[in-house]
Every structure is written in structure tokens, then in C-alpha cells.
């Protein structure tokens, strides 16, 4: 793709077929940042993961989410940048066809798909689960009856999806202070009792295969603020405000672990955590015995907000895959709503047709869960794809696009930065290789590999398909989106 060839587009003249209607201009900051905090979903992730990291890597739990927390930090001031000079719904992908080039593009679409789409299963089936423990707390359910909540749920997330921007948006703030309140008053707690709860600290020997392990499933605790970058396009200032909101949602998402895992881990001991489904429930019985609704409220609170969440993030990236048609055109449509529903009907259909064989088909669940144990390690390939298209933009950017007006003295930092993000989340990458297999069972590094492979035939589908990069260029003078196609020579 001739990088320095193109133009900023004037018009929306050339632009795939269904996407006459734009996506609606409505968040403001203070609706980027609440999605942003919410799509990290602090209490989820803890509640999710914390019993797999504390049995893997005990108390070295801390410095493993710490290896990747500052390249995740830094990836957020990354991100704020591309997406000043680059605002588009399809982000990630997008910045990708600008900087390096569309065939490196095609692939990323691929890895993005099952970043995102591997995340919503295993964010759908603990809320059924943590619903049924809170109405019915002493029953047993059948499979039909698990799947039957979390249908609930589902559906629950496709409506402020399919009603637009505004519900979505005021849906999740109510959804955001109740968990703000909760994460505020279990530290507070924590805090208070901690004389009387405090277990004896043992670090051990480091179990370093446990560690890299936890350092990369700590991807899927440490995205999500990156939901802003997803909605640049609904933003009323689009290359002002994405990006800000994922800053305060990265930072805000490290300061609530770091007060959490270490009041979690220091008041509940390590046995009743290792390998717990729902730790945080164990350390809420200490805190507040007798009580264990007043955990299970604002968990199941947290994990609906990632839902639909975690869906926003792929329908909008499907939407901008549809209006290039690297995906069937049919992505990028829009309802009376401006809001992709096809992309939404079918995402959270495919979820449903996953959980059900999950839940009902014995012999096939063991597959699909070793297929969606892969979230981390795609999430993480894509914020090391993210990493590399930064340090590119950042190093030659001023040279292969000088139409972009980079300063080539301004971001020293900010390079050295996304270096570093590439070389520790390539690492990790890697050793994901040599100790996955031990750490989630035999055959994920097969599933792995095939998945990867299959993204080379993607991309060269999607090459074929593809009718050239659709480039959001903010709104004119009547607050019009203006949308315009680059297409490589």
C-alpha cells in the first residue's frame, strides 16, 4: 500500500456498498471513560481468574501481572496517539493497513476476530453461574437450566446494543457505580480487618513456567480500556477523547488489582484461593460471613457490563471489516439506530451456539474450552501487533507519511515505550509456547498453531475481497462523518 501516497478523504465518495448511514456521533468523555472502566471489569476479572493464578504462581501472582501491566500502560498512551492521527472503528487493524501495510492488516483483522470472540464465552457462562448462586444459592442446576440464565443474559446485552449509543452508554455508567461502590467499600474492609484476617506471606521458590503463564493470562484482566479506541467514530470529538478514556480505564484497572490481590491473597488462605472458581466470594465469606450476596451483586454486575462490553468491541470492528470488505459486506450494516445489528446478532448468536455445545455436548466441551483458553494468548498477539505498528509509525512515520505531520523529536518516550511492549509481549508470546501445554493441558499449542495458520488463509481471502481501506477523517462543517476509501495501487 502506497503509505505516502494517501489523502485524508473529502467526501464520502467510494465507500462500500450498505454504508450510506454512519455510525451515530454520541459519546462524549464522560461516557468513553465509564465504558472504558467497565469494559476492564476489575471485580470479573478477580473473580475469574484469581483462582487459576493463585494456583499457578501462589503469591508471585503480583510480580507476574506486574511483568505486564506497564506494557500494557504504556500500550494506552500508544493507543491515545494512533488514535489522534488515525481515529477509526476499526482501530487496532486499521492503524495497521495505515502504518505497515494491508496484507500485515488482513492478518491482524483475524487475530483481533479471536482475541474478542474467545473473550465472550468465558465472560457469558459465570453469569449464569454467579445468577444461579445468588437466587438459588443451595441448588443444583441442570445444564438446560445454566443455559437457560445464561440466554438471559445474552439477550440482556444484545438490547442496549441493538438500541444504540445512549442506552449502551447510561446502561453501563449504572453499571459502572455499582461497582466503583463495591470495589470501594471491599477495599475499605479489607483494609479495616486486615489485623484480624492477615495469613502469613510466603512467597517460595519462584514457579517461573507459573509465572509467565499468569503474566499472560493477566491480558485478559489488564484489556478492555481500549473500548474507546472502538468507539472513535461514535465520539463527538474523535481525536480528542479516544484514547483518554483508555488511559484512566488502564490506569484505573492497575490501581484496583494492586489494592485487591494483595488484601485477597493476605486475608484468605492460598488453599481455599488455588484453583477456586469464585476467590472473591471466599475472601467476601471472611470479610462478611453470612452475607455472600453483597460480593455476588456487584460481581455479576461487572461481568454483564464485560459482556456487552467485550461484544461493542467486535461488532464495531466487524462493522469496519464489512465496510471494506474484508468480511461480508453485510457486517457493516446499520439499523434505524445507526448500530451494526447484524454484527451483533450474529456475535452473540455464535456465542450462544458455543455455550450451548459447552454445556450440553460432553464430548465436544473439553475442545471449546481449550479453543477459548486461548483468549489470553490472542489478546495478548494483538497488543504485541499494536506495539509493532507503533514503534514503526513512531520511527518512520515522519518519512513513509509526511501528509500525518509527526514530529519525529516529539515521542521519544513514547518509541522507547513501545519497544519495550514489543520486545516483553513477544517474549511472553514465546514462553506462552514452551509452558502453556503444562500450565492448561495438552494441546492448546496445536490449537494455537492451527488457529495461526488459518489467519494466513484469512488474510489471503480477505485480500482478495477487499475493496481498499475505508479512512474516517472526523466531520465537516454540518457534523457530518466524512468517509472516504484509500485503495492500494
Do not use: C
Not at 443474559?153 to 461497582?179: D, M, N, S, Y
Request: proline share 7%; net charge neutral.
Amino acid at each position: 500500500m502506497g503509505l505516502a501516497s494517501e489523502k485524508p478523504p473529502t467526501s464520502t465518495d467510494g465507500v462500500a456498498e450498505g454504508t450510506e448511514k454512519h455510525l451515530a456521533q454520541f459519546f462524549h468523555l464522560t461516557d468513553l471513560v465509564p465504558l472504558s472502566v467497565s469494559s476492564v471489569g476489575p471485580l470479573f476479572s478477580v473473580a475469574a481468574t484469581g483462582g487459576v493464578m493463585a494456583a499457578d504462581a501462589g503469591w508471585w501472582t503480583l510480580p507476574a501481572i506486574a511483568i505486564l501491566a506497564l506494557p500494557f500502560l504504556v500500550s494506552s498512551f500508544v493507543f491515545r496517539l494512533l488514535n489522534q492521527h488515525f481515529p477509526h472503528s476499526g482501530a487496532s487493524y486499521h492503524w495497521s493497513a495505515r502504518v505497515i501495510g494491508r496484507n500485515v492488516s488482513h492478518y491482524q483483522a483475524w487475530i483481533l476476530i479471536l482475541a474478542y470472540f474467545t473473550s465472550i464465552p468465558p465472560i457469558a457462562i459465570p453469569a449464569g453461574s454467579y445468577t444461579l448462586a445468588l437466587i438459588a444459592p443451595h441448588y443444583q442446576a441442570p445444564p438446560l437450566v445454566h443455559l437457560g440464565v445464561t440466554l438471559f443474559w445474552i439477550l440482556f446485552a444484545a438490547g442496549p446494543l441493538l438500541l444504540g449509543g445512549k442506552p449502551t452508554a447510561r446502561i453501563t455508567q449504572a453499571f459502572f457505580v455499582l461497582e466503583m461502590v463495591s470495589l470501594t467499600l471491599f477495599g475499605v474492609l479489607g483494609v479495616l480487618n486486615w489485623h484480624r484476617l492477615q495469613v502469613p506471606i510466603h512467597f517460595g521458590p519462584p514457579p517461573i513456567g507459573g509465572i509467565l503463564i499468569v503474566a499472560v493470562v493477566a491480558a485478559t484482566i489488564l484489556d478492555g480500556w481500549e473500548i474507546d479506541s472502538y468507539a472513535a467514530e461514535e465520539s463527538v470529538k474523535p481525536r480528542a477523547h479516544p484514547g483518554v478514556g483508555g488511559i484512566i480505564g488502564a490506569g484505573g484497572a492497575l490501581l484496583f488489582y494492586a489494592v485487591l490481590y494483595p488484601l485477597m491473597l493476605g486475608e484468605t488462605p492460598l488453599h481455599l484461593l488455588a484453583g477456586s472458581t469464585n476467590p472473591l466470594a471466599i475472601w467476601s465469606a471472611r470479610l462478611l460471613p453470612g452475607a455472600p450476596w453483597l460480593m455476588l451483586i456487584p460481581i455479576l454486575a461487572s461481568t454483564a457490563g464485560g459482556l456487552w462490553l467485550t461484544t461493542f468491541i467486535l461488532t464495531r470492528a466487524l462493522y469496519a471489516m464489512g465496510r471494506e470488505n474484508l468480511v461480508p459486506a453485510v457486517f457493516s450494516r446499520l439499523n434505524r439506530r445507526q448500530v451494526p445489528f447484524v454484527a451483533i446478532v450474529v456475535i452473540l448468536g455464535l456465542t450462544l451456539v458455543v455455550i450451548s455445545i459447552q454445556v450440553l455436548v460432553s464430548s465436544l466441551s473439553s475442545f471449546f474450552n481449550l479453543v477459548l483458553s486461548a483468549a489470553g494468548f490472542f489478546l495478548l498477539a494483538e497488543f504485541f501487533l499494536d506495539s509493532v505498528t507503533a514503534t514503526v509509525f513512531l520511527t518512520v512515520g515522519h518519512r513513509r507519511m509526511p501528509e500525518v505531520g509527526l514530529d519525529p523529536h516529539a515521542h521519544h518516550l513514547l518509541r522507547a515505550g513501545a519497544i519495550f511492549s514489543t520486545l516483553v509481549m513477544g517474549a511472553l508470546l514465546v514462553a506462552f509456547f514452551i509452558y502453556g501445554p503444562k500450565a492448561i493441558g495438552g494441546g492448546i499449542d496445536q490449537t494455537i498453531a492451527v488457529l495461526l495458520v488459518l489467519g494466513l488463509a484469512f488474510a489471503w481471502w480477505s485480500k482478495r475481497r477487499s475493496t481498499g481501506t475505508v479512512v474516517f477523517a472526523g466531520h465537516d462543517v454540518e457534523n457530518k462523518p466524512l468517509v472516504g476509501k484509500v485503495v492500494a495501487p
